[in-house]
């Protein structure tokens, strides 16, 4: 099974200032079609995860333009330049290349400072 | 609109049996795999199984081989989880999400297994 790991586990941010979290795979996400499948996913405190990226880049139909994903082969990054209140919760990077199954990393609790 | 809405999920003890079903609305729902993911409370994200379009490949986390079955009815734009022999660490929200990338995913409904 592939094994994703993020850091950090937490992340204290001021308002404005820039976020980022980091997440390791295994074995290179690259699949046989040539795309990288790495997904990124938001939960908000008491709400359902929320797609935010697919493909280590692409934002989601709605995602504000200061969520961006990048990174290749086993390593990737979600930044978000300016964080807001609303950027609260808990992100989780996800790859569907290599499954079943398919595997989350642990999350990482991004709050405000 | 896409509208994933999960029910039949409670309290149920050790060994017993519980079926869950996701409800779906909005999209053409055989044209997509369908999935089930789970979250312990204060944990994270575990994808359980998964279902193709037509119901004809599905796939199981291996803790829940042999005792979870995972099915869909295309006519009723339905998805189930059938969860028998239930353990004390299956407790979880259970949510179902569409495809295999999990574009979206439905508000959940919690199983709690204890006597």
């Known amino acids: 099974d592939v094994v994703m790991t993020q850091s950090p586990l937490s992340l204290s941010v001021t308002l404005g200032q820039p976020a980022s979290i980091s997440c390791r795979s295994s074995?290179?996400?690259?699949?046989?079609?040539?795309?990288?499948?790495l997904n990124w996913f938001q939960q908000r405190p008491g709400q359902s995860p929320r797609r935010l990226i697919y493909k280590v880049s692409n934002r989601d139909s709605g995602v504000p333009d200061r969520f961006s994903g990048s990174g290749s082969g086993t390593d990737f990054t979600l930044k978000i330049s300016r964080v807001e209140a609303e950027d609260v919760g808990v992100y989780y990077c996800?790859?569907?290349?290599?499954?079943?199954?398919?595997?989350f990393g642990g999350g990482t609790k991004v709050d405000i400072k | 609109e896409v509208q994933l809405v999960e029910s039949g999920g409670g309290l149920v003890q050790p060994g017993g049996s519980l079926r869950l079903s996701c409800a779906a609305s909005g999209f053409t729902f055989s044209s997509y795999w369908m999935s089930w993911v789970r979250q312990a409370p204060g944990k994270g994200l575990e994808w359980v199984a998964n279902?193709?379009?037509?119901?004809?490949?599905?796939n199981y986390v291996d803790s829940v081989k042999g005792r979870f079955t995972i099915s869909r009815d295309n006519a009723k734009n339905s998805l189930y989880l059938q969860m028998n022999s239930l353990r004390a660490e299956d407790t979880a929200v259970y949510y179902c999400?569409?495809?295999?990338?999990?574009?979206?995913w439905g508000q959940g409904t919690l199983v709690t297994v204890s006597s």
């Open positions: 999400a569409r495809e295999i990338a999990l574009r979206y």
């Open positions: 996800m790859q569907p290349t290599l499954w079943p199954p398919l595997t």
């Open positions: 279902v193709k379009k037509d119901g004809s490949e599905k």
């Open positions: 074995q290179s996400l690259v699949d046989s079609d040539g795309n990288t499948y």
